[in-house]
């Protein structure tokens, strides 16, 4: 069975100090993945997704970047963070080609910048 | 672009009550939709989902009617219960190769006994 692993779960991080959040699937090959940020008692906004390795599209402009290095990993990171970066992160993968099938989600990372 | 509108929150409801959530939808062309429940802490799951006009989607007694006459993907409910307390997403996802998903802004669901 398809399973992913997102980490950390919690990270409290000073301004201006680097990011990187990783996320792995385990159980199925080359799916679309997906970073997505919840800001508190808001909706998802969709921040990058992939198609395949190196293959990065970015949703909006902002203090973040995502990579790809290999099919099933998936890295969220920033330089610099902002206090405007705080929220939850959530990873989530779809099989590819297959739109009518639902997204499965990581269990999230709450970022605090401070 | 595609979009999604979900009643506002939060709801309060008793043990045993009905519950409707109303979501409608913007979309080019036919879309699939979802239903994603969120409990504290976590990620999000699928709850149901339907892929055609006319398709009902059900799961631990939710139920919600892909209506493309009125663009609308209403979840249901006869009889919640206090572990029903959750955030619910309505959602439908992009027919193209990234099958991104478009996400409505959250409904906060609390049952009391």
């Known amino acids: 069975s398809q399973t992913i692993h997102q980490w950390p779960a919690t990270l409290v991080q000073p301004v201006g100090s680097p990011l990187s959040l990783e996320c792995t699937v385990e159980?199925?090959?080359?799916?679309?993945l997906y970073w997505y940020r919840q800001a508190a008692g808001r909706g998802l906004q969709l921040l990058f997704y992939?198609?395949?390795?190196?293959?990065i599209s970015s949703e909006v402009p902002q203090n973040l970047s995502a990579s790809r290095p290999q099919d099933r990993q998936f890295i969220l990171s920033s330089k610099k963070l902002l206090l405007s970066d705080s929220g939850f992160y959530l990873c989530?993968?779809?099989?590819?080609?297959?739109?009518?099938?639902?997204?499965?989600f990581g269990q999230g990372t709450r970022l605090t910048v401070v | 672009g595609n979009s999604v509108t979900q009643m506002e929150g939060p709801v309060t409801l008793s043990e045993e009550a009905f519950l409707t959530i109303n979501c409608t939808y913007t979309?080019?062309?036919?879309?699939?939709l979802f239903w994603y429940v969120q409990y504290p802490g976590e990620g999000l799951q699928l709850l149901l989902k339907?892929?055609?006009?006319?398709d009902k989607g059900s799961n631990k007694g939710f139920e919600a009617t892909y209506r493309k006459e009125t663009t609308s993907f209403h979840l249901e409910k006869g009889s919640v219960q206090v572990s029903d307390s959750a955030v619910y997403f309505c959602?439908?996802?992009?027919?193209?190769?990234?099958?991104?998903?478009?996400f409505g802004d959250g409904t906060t669901l609390t049952v009391k006994p």
């Open positions: 989530a993968w779809r099989s590819q080609g297959w739109t009518n099938t639902e997204a499965f």
């Open positions: 159980g199925t090959s080359n799916p679309n």
């Open positions: 992939s198609v395949g390795i190196g293959q």
């Open positions: 979309a080019t062309g036919y879309p699939s």
């Open positions: 339907a892929t055609k006009a006319d």
């Open positions: 959602a439908l996802s992009d027919r193209t190769n990234a099958g991104k998903s478009t």
